[in-house]
Structures are given as structure tokens and as C-alpha cells.
């Protein structure tokens, strides 16, 4: 799939040739940012401060334990199906005025709710146009309309990234959408590299953990003979071309990375505890021992909360970051004895603090309008256990979007049809009645609301979405306010 | 010679391994493999289809280094000087004869043999999770055998089967069963990919990885089933024999029915016996866990009717799970895939992330044929004639590498490439938690199936694949860099007390000294180790000004040590030592 070249992204391209001969200085990455001057101002006219979070579900998050129908007649078929695996309907967090609750894992997230800030969005994933039950049972795999490799990890991984129905896909909707909307920095990522960030010519800027070194040893000696001329033999090094392609992609990673790190190595380091009255560390405290964040998740999220406190270091006034979780391809162990334990359990237990504590953090810096946080994931599971006690892969799954932005206190997208073999399940013969939902909401609007929110135009939105016109009016799902 | 490890907690097994043959003074750095008891010995090698009796064929410095690193974990002044004598084809030949290296280290099967009530660690240490359920102990014996250890090619095609075939200590604990299935991967390295399948399929850490042991055909569960096809044989998409798409996009090559069907003929088998648990064994019926052997079929649970498998391959009502899966392992060796998806995998991790077309048809010939100018025994899946055509091929020796040539050195052949071209040994201790983690390539602990990074990862600003530039970023890059200055600077690891056989992670500078008066020189010496060329001459220059900046006034007697330090810094942090072409 390609998009045609657009204006800002030309602009890009030029600046990088710009890095490629002048040489990224290693003086530069001692002292002052070199980068500045390269400020680009959003397409869009807004004012103010907005990011994004994607937090990514590695792995597949079951849905249907994460958001649960509390109505009778649903909650039984709900709890008929699903049978050992069925959350008892007194230990889900209520989502008042709904008729749905959350996986009790979820309980730190009862407040957002309360404040309007919480929203699930129902049965999204990977389509190319809307989808029939019909349609997809009669048309060939290798239809256009068909999402290809489904029900495969890797590939799902890059269809949600890159909001594609085609796994030959290379760059991410986030990549996508920076170079778009022409932001001074690609996706931050705090949770290695996936796809989502990579967009043709760049790739996300990929930070280590509160405390981490983010800078080169050895080279701190701006006086010492050997160290001066240590340094400048590096910049030989990496500066310059070379006939060989990996070598060149090689070359160019190196020199922003020795730009990203004098910009961003002392934010990157700070640890809780470091800085005293810090207001994020005092939202982080639920899951901080000793000076460190609990969990792998809250200790990115409170790297990203660093980086959107510390903004102006960051630089930008649209960023897009991205953070991930794993473990959640729970085929077996999803619960351990009762749904009130096991893998499942545990991972939202994490999940939710994590998040809480992040939503916590930025209400306290003032910036709880300004930053969204949505997640992801591979697909859903199956409705139907399987006899390990868990579940298999499925396609559509419900996500939740948080922040002050976010038109809380309801649902969005449509709910599945609790049926196995139903209207919403893929499966009609009778070796293929796990109830796996098409989805009813895609990626693509899904990414849409999201992006329109960062600022993106209905042209930008195009560009960045190429799926997103097979979809008609419906861009907007409407849990973020303007 | 320095023992490996202790012996208390080393499984004793029986037999001394036998003492490997051909070792060269220059390679042996560390305690040989011939250790004080433990561990299988290696099973004697089929020198069978290894091109016996190929002349010298001497070639130059720039093929020999690319050869090192492609087949070997780094080059070495000695090992150059071999492959610059013998030429490719017979180092590649004589490699195959060497006898393989082994995992001995860490506990034994008494992890799954423990009745008592107590905690199984209850008393043994601090020390008890590292040393019987995790992988530390085989990460120890990797560092230290791609080190040192002559059987570099196998070492390497292991590196690159593990991989493919993948289980991690994430989810499998056992230190004993992880060391079974790893002895497993060396030595079927230069067997056949079918038996490696096998081995996989029936191995209970795979069962218990991918949740195929002990699977019930009441319900069976997909796991290992869907993996088999999509990461370990024929991919999600049809290919063509030179690995291109066939028809141009993706057709898919099975659908959820045919996962099913996999699924329900790989139901029905358990652990082996031999384990114990205070509860007994559950479900009933089935074995407890236990790691040492194959497992074994239950069949009350192996679902017995008829199935159509891929590649006109079907089961007939009634049939057992024995012939269910030499049926499976039928289909996916007669499926058009595999070769293409298994060759053009291995070209990535050996030579090249972007082979051209021919060059895949080439290797998925010898795949197919078994067969490749002397190497192999004509059976498809013959590994000896795979890794040969991938080796030999004109494109992986070409004098003049396309502009798409060439892969970013991974992690663990980074560690090991410094380490062996400048004199150093290891434990391997510094390796995994620090290094491995910082550098996201964690021996034995890859985040799931899928490996540390895909196939497939875009190479930004290009239309390439750059598999390990999925774990390269902003982050590693700096750390790629602090890596090297950490053991030509900082003077590495000491040892570590807790470690058997500790020797800390250390290089030796000593040898390059005697050129560190002349910096011009000693930076050629370091650039033909490392890159089997001089340095580009204005990068070149500014490092032999930075080597010459150490002077008697301004470092005093060191100033000559510091010179290589300073030079193998810049050496092996350049983008020319971490791109191989």
C-alpha cells in the first residue's frame, strides 16, 4: 500500500538529507539540541498541547472478560457459554448508566468512569469496508475484503499497528500519522519498537526505563585529548554515506540517536524518588517500591508521563507515544480454579493500576485534557473456552480509551450478538463454533477518532487511513470530545 | 583446564564427554568441553555428505572474514588464517565433521521427581531457581562454547534453528529439559529438518511451550498446531521456490478448518514417564511432567477419525497418534512452502537479510534435492546441503556484495565477535541479565514464538527487511557502543563467586600491543580482523589521530595499552563492524 507524498512529508524527507550532509556534531549532542531550529508547526491550527498513548495488549486480550454485559438476559447467555470461565456478576466494576462491567481486575479505574473520563469501544478490529456475516463466509480468503493471515499473532500485530488489511504492510498508523501531520518528533515509544511508529523514512524514537542510560559512555571529557579526539573519530565514522543500503539505514539510526539522547538522556533518567514533591511520583505511589515502578506497564507509563510533563525538553505540541503489555495469549491459565485468578487476572490487575496511576498523574500536572490514552491489541478470544482454561484466537475485541478528553460514562461501537454461530460469529459449521466476532467497528475508525482529536484533517485523515474511505461518513466515533 | 562447574549440581549422568578433537591452542580460551561429569556426551557425527577430500583453495582476507561472520561467531587472526588456506568449501566441509559442543550445566530431572510437600528450593540455596528451572545455565555453556568451541558452523546453524523453532524460559521452566531440547537442536544442526520437526513435535518442553501435551481432543487447543504451520514450516502466505509470493499477494496457505485439523491429529500425548509430584499425575491418565525424552502417546485422548492434512496428505478413520504425525511431518516436507520459508530464514540469519530471488531458489533446491555439489545424502530437509549452498553460493562470496547486501550483526554475535577477535573470555554471567536484556537479546528468553525480532522488519528509508533492526533503536544503538567500551575500558566482568567456573567477561589487549607504537598499523591490524578491509580513509584517519592522542606525557606507561583500547573502540563500535556484508 502506498500513499501518495504529501507536502510535510516531503519536507521531512529534505531535512533528513539536510542531517546526512551537514553531519549530526557530536558538539551539537554535547550542548544545545541541534535540532530546534526544525520546529514544524501541526497542519492543524490548534493550540495547546495533545498526545496520544497507545498502550498495545501483546498476545490477544480477551474482551469478552474485560468488559462484561450486566443485563440478565446477556449476562446469562454471557455466563452460559463461557461457563468456569464466567466472572461472577457481583465482582465486576460497575459502569453505572451502561449495563456493563469491568473485569475486577479493573477496579482502579471505577473513578475515571464516575468522572466521565473512561469509555469502552465494543467488537473493534482489522477490516477493509464493513463486513457481512454473508460476505465473509462466501467470499475467497484472498478476497480484497477478507483482512489477510487472520487469527495469526504476527500479523494481526501489524494489521492493528498499521490499520491495513494487508500484511505486507511497513509502516504504522502512528509513523503514518507523524510524518502526516508533520510532528517534531516520530512516535515515542517506550515499549521497544513493533510497528506502529515506523513510518517510510523514520523510525519510532524507542527510550529504555526510568533510570536507564540513554547516551554514550566514556565520551564525557570535553577537554582530555583522547576523548576529544575519540569523539570526533565517531562522528567520522557515522558520518557520510556508504554504497550499501543496510550500512546507510545503519549510519542515519546512529545520528539521530546521538541528537535524541542529548536532547532527551537527563528526562529519560529520572527515577521516582529522584525529584522531591514530584506530583507524578506521588500518583505512581499505588505501585512504586523503593524507587521503582512496580510492573514493566507502569514503569512505561510513568516514562511517558515524564515525557509529557516534561514537553518542552520533548519538544512538539502533538505527540504520539506508544507502550505495551504482553502475556496476553492466554490459550491456557487464563484463570487458575476460578475466573478470580490466573493470567488474565493478574495482567489486568497491572493493566489497570497502571493506567489509573498514569490518569492520575496527568490530572496532577494539569494535563488530563491533553493526553488520551487508547488501547490495542492482536484480535479478541474466543467466546467459547477451549479445555485448558483459556481461550483462542478470535478478530473483533473491546478497547478502552481514557482521559479528560474522552466523552465518558458510555459505550461506543456494537456490541456482539452473545451467539454462538449467531450473526457476529465467523463460524456456522459445527467444527467452527468458538464465537469469534467480525468486527463491527474498524481500526480505521477507530485510529480516525482518535487522530481527528490530535488535529488531523478529513484530507490527513485519508492519507494516513487508506482504508478509512471504505467506511463512508462514520469517522468519528464520537468518544472524544473536539 | 578449569572445570565447567561444580559437581554437586551438575546431573550426572554418566560417561566423561569426550575431549573434542582438533582444538587449536589459539581457540581454547576457556575450560574445554571436557568437564567432569555431566550431561549426554555428544553423539558421534555422520561425516556422510560432507564433501570429503576437498583440496585447499586458498582466498583472500576480505572472504575469509565475511565467512567468519557468517559461519562462525566472529573472526579470529587464527581462524582468518585457516579460512584464507583452506577456502570456503573445505572449512565449510570440515566444520560438518567436528563433534558437537554441548549444554551440561545446571540441575537435573529432580525438579519433576519431588514428592515432598516442601518447596523444591526449600533449602538448596539462593541460587536453586537459576541453577534447576531456568535457562541461566545453558546461557553460561553458549557464551562460553561460541567463544571458544570449535564447532563454530553448528553452533551458529543451532543459533539460527532456535530461532525458528522457538521456546523460551519466559514460559517453560526446566533447566534440564531446556538443556535436552538445545543438545537436541545441536545435534540434529547437520541432520535433516524433518527429524528436526520430529524432535520438536514430541518434545515435552515444546508441549508444554506451545500446550500441545496432554491436548484433548474433546476440546483440543490450537496452539501448537497453528505455530507448526505459520512459524516452523510453510508461513501464512503461498510462496513461489525463490520465496516471492505467489500469484503476487498473499493467498493464504491454510484456513482456521485446517488449523483445527492439525490440531485434532496432533491430540493424544503426554510426558514422558519418569516425573512425580505429591498430588500424582493429572489430567488421568497422563504422565506427569518430565523432560528427559520424547513424549509419548495417550490414546484416550487423540482424536482417531479421519482428517485431510495439507499436500493431499490424509489420515484414515481410526488411525493412531504415531501415524497422525508422521503424517503431519509428511504434509509439511511435501508442501511447496517449507523450503522457500525455511531456506530464505536461514539465509537471513547466516548471510544476508535481503537474498535475491535465485539466490532463495538456489538454497530451496538444495532443500528440496538434498543435495548441493558433494554436501548431503539426497533425502529432502538435508541440512548439510542447505547450509553448504547457503555458504557457498556466489552470492554469499561475492568479491562485490549488491548495495542490499549484508545484516545488522545481532546482539549475541556482537558480545561473541568482540570477545573472540580481541583474546577475551566469558562466563557468560554478564551476557544475559545485563547485556542481553539492555540489548533485548536475551539467550533462551525470547519475549515469545515469534522470536526476538520478525522476518520481516522494515528497514526504514528503504524498500529492505532488517530482521534485527527490530530490536534497534535510539537505545541500543548508544548501547551497542557502550558495550564495546565496557570490555576495552572499563575492563569488563570479574567473576562472579556464585558462577561455576568463573571467569568474569574479559578481553585480552595484550596481543595487539606490539603494534601500538605505530597507530596506523595497529589500526589496519584491528580493521583486516574486523572487517576484513581497511577503514574508509577519512575515517580511518581520525582514528589513528584519536590512537596517537595516547602519549607517554599524557597517559604514561599505559599509554601503549590504552592505544589498542582506544583503536578497538572505534573499530568495533563503527557501523562498519555492526553491518556485515
Known amino acids: 500500500m502506498k500513499h501518495q507524498p504529501h507536502a510535510v512529508e516531503q519536507a521531512l524527507f529534505n531535512r533528513r538529507r539536510w542531517l546526512q550532509f551537514s553531519g549530526s556534531t557530536l558538539a551539537g549532542a554535547l550542548g544545545v539540541s541541534g535540532l530546534s531550529a526544525l520546529n514544524q508547526t501541526p497542519a492543524n491550527a490548534q493550540s495547546g498541547y495533545r498526545a496520544l498513548v497507545c498502550v498495545f495488549l501483546y498476545g490477544g486480550n480477551d474482551g469478552c472478560n474485560t468488559v462484561i454485559p450486566t443485563d440478565t438476559t446477556r449476562y446469562n447467555q454471557y455466563a452460559a457459554v463461557r461457563g468456569a470461565m464466567a466472572l461472577p456478576r457481583s465482582s465486576l466494576v460497575n459502569l453505572s448508566g451502561s449495563d456493563h462491567g469491568l473485569h475486577p481486575s479493573l477496579s482502579a479505574l471505577a473513578p475515571a468512569w464516575a468522572a466521565g473520563d473512561l469509555a469502552p469501544v465494543f467488537n473493534v478490529g482489522p477490516l477493509f469496508a464493513p463486513l457481512s456475516k454473508a460476505e465473509y463466509r462466501s467470499l475467497p480468503a484472498s478476497d480484497a475484503r477478507i483482512p489477510q493471515s487472520l487469527f495469526s499473532h504476527s500479523d494481526q500485530q501489524v494489521l492493528w499497528e498499521s490499520a491495513s488489511s494487508r500484511v505486507t504492510e511497513r509502516t504504522g498508523w502512528g509513523g503514518r500519522a507523524a510524518a502526516t501531520l508533520g510532528t517534531t518528533n516520530p512516535v515515542i515509544s517506550v515499549g521497544g519498537n513493533g510497528r506502529f511508529g515506523l513510518s517510510a523514512l523514520q523510525t519510532p524514537l524507542v527510550l529504555p526505563e526510568p533510570g536507564g542510560t540513554f547516551g554514550l559512555n566514556g565520551l564525557q571529557n570535553p577537554t582530555w585529548a583522547p576523548e576529544v579526539e575519540r569523539r570526533r573519530a565517531l562522528e567520522a565514522l557515522y558520518a557520510g554515506s556508504d554504497g550499501n543500503a543496510v550500512l546507510n539505514a545503519y549510519m542515519a539510526q546512529q545520528r539521530d540517536a546521538l541528537d535524541m539522547s542529548a536532547r532527551l538522556g537527563a528526562l529519560v533518567a529520572v527515577r521516582p524518588g529522584d525529584q522531591a514533591g514530584s506530583l507524578l511520583d506521588a500518583a505512581f505511589a499505588p505501585i512504586t517500591t523503593d524507587g521503582r515502578v512496580n510492573t514493566p506497564i507502569g514503569r512505561q507509563l510513568y516514562q511517558v508521563a515524564k515525557l509529557v510533563q516534561g514537553h518542552v525538553t520533548v519538544q512538539g505540541s502533538r505527540q504520539i507515544f506508544f507502550a505495551q503489555q504482553g502475556g496476553y495469549d492466554t490459550h491456557s491459565g487464563q484463570i487458575a480454579g476460578t475466573s478470580l485468578d490466573g493470567d488474565h487476572f493478574r495482567l489486568l490487575k497491572a493493566l489497570g493500576d497502571a493506567m489509573a496511576c498514569f490518569y492520575n498523574a496527568m490530572r496532577a500536572i494539569g494535563m488530563g485534557d491533553s493526553v488520551t490514552l487508547f488501547t490495542q491489541s492482536d484480535f479478541g478470544r474466543t467466546f467459547k473456552p477451549n479445555n485448558s482454561s483459556g481461550t483462542d484466537h478470535a478478530w473483533g475485541n473491546h478497547q478502552l480509551v481514557l482521559g479528560g478528553a474522552v466523552n465518558g460514562g458510555t459505550t461506543y461501537g456494537t456490541a456482539p450478538t452473545l451467539v454462538i454461530g449467531g450473526p457476529d460469529d465467523v463460524g456456522q459449521d459445527p467444527w467452527e463454533l468458538q464465537g469469534r466476532w467480525i468486527p463491527t467497528t474498524s481500526v480505521d475508525q477507530y485510529a480516525a477518532t482518535l487522530l481527528g482529536w490530535l488535529g488531523a484533517s478529513p484530507a490527513q485523515l485519508d492519507t494516513i487511513l487508506p482504508n478509512l474511505r471504505n467506511f463512508g461518513s462514520a469517522t468519528n466515533l464520537g468518544f472524544l470530545s473536539a | ?581
Not at chain 2, 571436557?34 to 583472500?60: C, E, F, I, Q, R
Not at chain 2, 555458504?391 to 556482537?414: F, I, K, M, W, Y
Not at chain 2, 589521530?545 to 599509554?559: F, I, K, P
Request: charged fraction near 15%; aromatic fraction near 8%; hydrophobic fraction near 40%.
Open chain 2, 1 to 581: 583446564m578449569t572445570p565447567l562447574h561444580l559437581a554437586p549440581i551438575v546431573a550426572d549422568l554418566g560417561r566423561r564427554a569426550l575431549a573434542v578433537a582438533g582444538l587449536s591452542a589459539a581457540l581454547l580460551l576457556v575450560a574445554c568441553g571436557g568437564g567432569s561429569g555431566g550431561g549426554t556426551a555428544s553423539p558421534p557425527v555422520d561425516t556422510s555428505g560432507t564433501a570429503a577430500g576437498l583440496p585447499d583453495s586458498p582466498t583472500t582476507q576480505l572472504d575469509a572474514v565475511r565467512l567468519a561472520d557468517q559461519g562462525s561467531f566472529g573472526p579470529t587472526e587464527a581462524l582468518v588464517a585457516t579460512i584464507r588456506t583452506q577456502g570456503a568449501a573445505k572449512w565449510v566441509s570440515q566444520q560438518m565433521t567436528l563433534p558437537a559442543s554441548r549444554y551440561r550445566s545446571g540441575g537435573t530431572d529432580a525438579v519433576h521427581r519431588h514428592t515432598s510437600q516442601t518447596d523444591f528450593c526449600q533449602g538448596r540455596g539462593d541460587n536453586c531457581w537459576r541453577d534447576w528451572s531456568s535457562s541461566t545455565p545453558l546461557l553460561w555453556d553458549f557464551y562460553r562454547n561460541a567463544v571458544s568451541q570449535p564447532d563454530q558452523l553448528r553452533q551458529r546453524v543451532a543459533l539460527a534453528l532456535q530461532q525458528i523453532v522457538v521456546v523460551s524460559n519466559l514460559e517453560v521452566s526446566g533447566t534440564y529439559g531446556l538443556r535436552n531440547y538445545h543438545n537436541m537442536l545441536l545435534d540434529q544442526a547437520f541432520g535433516n529438518y524433518r527429524d528436526i520437526l520430529r524432535s520438536v513435535t514430541l518434545s515435552p518442553v515444546m508441549g508444554d511451550y506451545l500446550d500441545n501435551v496432554n491436548n484433548d481432543k474433546a476440546a483440543p487447543n490450537e496452539n501448537f498446531a497453528r505455530e507448526l504451520l505459520q512459524l516452523f514450516a510453510i508461513g501464512t502466505c503461498e510462496l513461489n521456490s525463490d520465496g516471492s509470493l505467489r500469484g503476487g499477494a498473499c493467498q493464504p496457505t491454510y484456513n482456521n478448518q485446517k488449523v483445527l485439523d492439525y490440531a485434532y491429529a496432533l491430540t493424544g500425548w503426554t510426558y514422558p514417564a519418569g516425573g512425580a509430584t505429591p498430588y500424582g499425575c493429572w489430567p488421568r491418565g497422563a504422565n506427569c511432567p518430565y523432560y528427559n525424552g520424547d513424549m509419548v502417546p495417550l490414546p484416550a485422548f487423540h482424536d482417531t477419525r479421519a482428517r485431510s492434512l495439507l499436500a493431499g496428505v490424509t489420515l484414515p478413520d481410526g488411525h493412531t497418534a504415531g501415524a497422525a504425525l508422521e503424517a503431519v511431518l509428511d504434509s509439511l516436507m511435501a508442501h511447496p512452502n517449507t523450503a522457500p520459508f525455511i531456506g530464505k530464514q536461514l539465509i537471513q540469519h547466516l548471510v544476508t537479510s535481503n537474498p535475491s530471488p535465485a539466490y532463495v531458489e538456489r538454497v530451496a533446491l538444495a532443500f528440496r534435492s538434498g543435495r548441493y555439489e558433494g554436501f548431503g545424502g539426497g533425502r529432502a530437509g538435508d541440512m548439510k546441503a542447505t547450509v553448504a549452498a547457503i555458504l557457498l553460493d556466489a552470492e554469499a562470496r561475492s568479491g562485490n556484495p549488491a548495495s542490499r547486501a549484508g545484516r545488522l550483526r545481532e546482539p549475541v554475535q556482537l558480545f561473541t565477535g568482540v570477545l573472540r577477535a580481541l583474546g577475551g573470555q566469558t562466563d557468560g554471567d554478564a551476557l544475559g541479565w545485563w547485556w542481553g536484556e539492555e540489548l533485548r537479546q536475551h539467550m533462551f528468553r525470547s519475549p515469545s514464538v515469534f522470536n526476538f525480532y520478525p522476518p520481516d522488519y522494515p528497514l526504514a528509508g528503504t524498500p529492505l527487511v532488517g530482521p534485527a533492526f527490530g530490536i534497534h533503536n535510539a537505545n541500543s544503538a548508544l548501547q551497542r557502543a557502550n558495550f564495546v567500551n565496557y570490555l576495552v575500558f572499563w575492563n569488563g566482568s570479574g567473576p562472579n563467586a556464585s558462577v561455576p567456573g568463573a571467569v568474569g567477561t574479559r578481553v585480552n589487549l595484550q596481543t595487539f600491543v606490539a603494534d601500538a607504537s605505530d597507530p596506523a598499523r595497529l589500526v589496519d591490524r584491528l580493521s583486516l580482523l574486523a572487517l576484513g578491509q581497511p577503514l574508509p580513509a577519512a575515517a580511518r584517519a581520525a582514528v589513528i589521530q584519536a590512537v596517537g592522542s595516547y602519549t607517554q606525557q599524557s597517559s604514561g606507561n599505559d599509554h601503549l595499552t590504552n592505544r589498542v583500547s582506544q583503536a578497538a573502540y572505534l573499530v568495533f563500535a563503527s557501523p562498519h563492524y555492526q553491518v556485515t556484508r
